[in-house]
C-alpha cells in the first residue's frame, strides 16, 4: 500500500467518524436536556480546542517524527469518543470537548489536517498536487456523507431492536473511538521519518512569515461565518424550523456531502484553467449568496434545494486551498503554513457557533445564514484584491519565443506541459 492511499484511507475513516458525530451531537445534547446555547458552547470549544492543538503541532511538526504525531492523535480522537459515550454533564463534556478531537462541522478542523497535508506535499510532485489534495479531499467528504447516513443508526436500533435511542448514540461515539484505533493502524504502516530535501529549519515560518499570516487573517474570516452554520447547527435548525427528524437530516446531508465530494474533482480541473486563487473566489461567492437565501424559503423544501447548490460550490476552495498554501511556501515551512492557515477554521469559527446558537435561541428565522453568508463574501472580495498576483510557480506565465504575449505562453504551456521550459 502506497503512502498516499495509507493517508487517504486515515482520513477516510476519520471522516465516516465526523459525517455520524456532525449529526447526533446536537440531538444527543438537547436529549441530555441542554438548551441550544449550551449546544452551541460546546460546539465552540470542540472548535476552540481543535484549534490551539493543531497551532501547536503545526509549529513544532518538524521537531518531531510526523508518524508519531499522527499515532499520538488517534489515542487523542478514540478517548474523545469514549468520553462522550460515558459522561453526560455539561462541564466535564466541556473539559473533553476542549482537549479532543470532535468534529462539529462538516469540513475537517483537526490536528490530522497539517500532519497529512504537509506530507502530501512531500510525497507528490507540483503537477500532481492539485489533484492529489482533491482526492484527499473527496474521500474524506464521501466517508463524512455515508456517515451522515448513519447518524439514523440509533433511530433504527431504537425502533427495530428495542435499544433506547441514548443508549445508541452512546455506542455510535464507541465507533467513532474504534475508527480511532484503525485508522492508527493504518498510520503505523507509514514510514517513520518522511524527510524533505530542505534542511531542518531554525524556526516554524521564516520566508513566508508574512504571507501565511495575511492568509491566515483572511482565513479566520471566511472560519469566522463558516462557523455560524457547521452542520451541528444546521442540524439544529432544521429541527426547530422545519420539525425534521434525524433520520431525514441524515440523508439530506449525505446528499449535500456527496455534491460537495465531486466538486472537488470539478475544482481541480477548473483550477488547471482560470489558476488556484480564482477558482477559490469564484466558486465561493455565489455558495455564500446561496447562504444568505435560505433562510427566505417559505418550505423546507426549497431551503434544502439551496443548501444543495450551496454545497456543490461552498468546498471547491478547499483542496485549491490547501494546493495554493503549499505552493507559495517553502518546502521546510509547509508543515507550520498548513496549521497556521488552518486554524483558523477551529479558533476564529470557535466564536460564532455561540453566536449562531444565542440566534437559534431567540428566533427559528435563520438569522445565521445571513451573517455566515455576508461575512464570506467580504472575505473573497478581500482574498481576491490582496492574493490575486501571487501566483504558484506552476501558474507564472513563461516566455516563448514568437509567442503573441506571456498570458498566450502560459495557456499553451498548461495545455502542453513538456513545451514548458
Not at 441542554?34 to 460546546?42: D, E, H, K, R, S
Not at 478531537?101 to 502530501?120: C, I, K, R
Request: net charge positive; hydrophobic share 55%.
Amino acid at each position: 500500500m502506497s503512502n498516499v492511499n495509507r493517508i487517504l484511507i486515515a482520513k477516510g475513516l476519520r471522516g465516516f467518524g465526523d459525517g455520524f458525530v456532525s449529526l447526533l451531537l446536537p440531538a444527543y445534547l438537547l436529549q441530555l436536556g441542554f438548551t441550544p446555547l449550551q449546544v452551541g458552547v460546546i460546539a465552540t470549544t470542540t472548535l476552540l480546542g481543535s484549534g490551539v492543538m493543531t497551532l501547536a503541532v503545526g509549529l513544532h511538526a518538524w521537531r518531531f517524527h510526523y508518524r508519531t504525531w499522527l499515532l499520538a492523535a488517534t489515542l487523542l480522537m478514540a478517548g474523545t469518543g469514549l468520553g462522550f459515550a460515558l459522561v453526560t454533564d455539561f462541564w466535564p463534556l466541556m473539559l473533553i470537548a476542549l482537549v479532543g478531537t470532535l468534529n462539529p462541522s462538516s469540513g475537517d478542523v483537526s490536528v490530522f489536517l497539517p500532519l497529512e497535508q504537509a506530507l502530501l506535499s512531500r510525497i507528490v510532485d507540483n503537477k500532481r498536487r492539485t489533484w492529489v489534495m482533491a482526492r484527499y479531499s473527496l474521500v474524506g467528504t464521501l466517508l463524512a456523507a455515508f456517515g451522515s447516513l448513519a447518524a439514523a443508526l440509533p433511530t433504527m436500533a431504537a425502533t427495530y431492536a428495542g435499544f433506547s435511542t441514548r443508549a445508541a448514540v452512546q455506542g455510535m461515539f464507541v465507533l467513532y473511538a474504534l475508527l480511532a484505533l484503525v485508522a492508527g493502524a493504518v498510520y503505523r504502516g507509514l514510514p517513520k521519518a518522511l524527510e524533505s530535501a530542505a534542511p531542518a529549519p531554525k524556526e516554524a515560518l521564516h520566508t513566508s512569515k508574512k504571507r501565511v499570516y495575511t492568509l491566515a487573517a483572511l482565513f479566520s474570516l471566511d472560519a469566522f461565518g463558516g462557523g455560524f452554520v457547521v452542520q451541528s447547527l444546521v442540524a439544529l435548525w432544521l429541527y426547530q424550523r422545519f420539525g425534521l427528524s434525524v433520520s431525514v437530516a441524515s440523508a439530506i446531508f449525505f446528499w449535500t456531502g456527496m455534491l460537495t465530494a465531486f466538486s472537488y474533482l470539478v475544482a481541480a480541473r477548473i483550477a488547471n484553467r482560470i489558476g488556484l486563487l480564482r477558482t477559490m473566489v469564484f466558486t465561493h461567492l455565489p455558495s455564500s449568496i446561496c447562504l444568505i437565501l435560505i433562510p427566505f424559503m417559505p418550505a423546507v423544501g426549497y431551503a434544502v434545494a439551496l443548501l444543495f447548490v450551496r454545497s456543490a460550490l461552498s468546498q471547491m476552495d478547499v483542496p485549491t486551498r490547501s494546493s495554493y498554501v503549499m505552493a507559495i511556501v517553502p518546502p521546510a515551512e509547509r508543515a507550520a503554513a498548513a496549521s497556521v492557515t488552518s486554524v483558523p477554521r477551529s479558533l476564529a469559527a470557535a466564536v460564532s457557533p455561540v453566536l449562531a446558537g444565542y440566534l437559534l435561541g431567540l428566533s427559528p428565522f435563520g438569522w445565521a445564514f445571513i451573517a455566515g453568508g455576508a461575512t464570506k463574501i467580504v472575505y473573497d472580495l478581500l482574498l481576491l484584491a490582496m492574493f490575486n498576483k501571487i501566483r504558484p510557480p506552476e501558474e507564472e506565465p513563461v516566455a516563448i519565443a514568437g509567442a503573441d504575449s506571456p498570458i498566450r505562453a502560459h495557456h499553451s504551456n498548461a495545455a502542453h506541459p513538456r513545451r514548458a521550459k
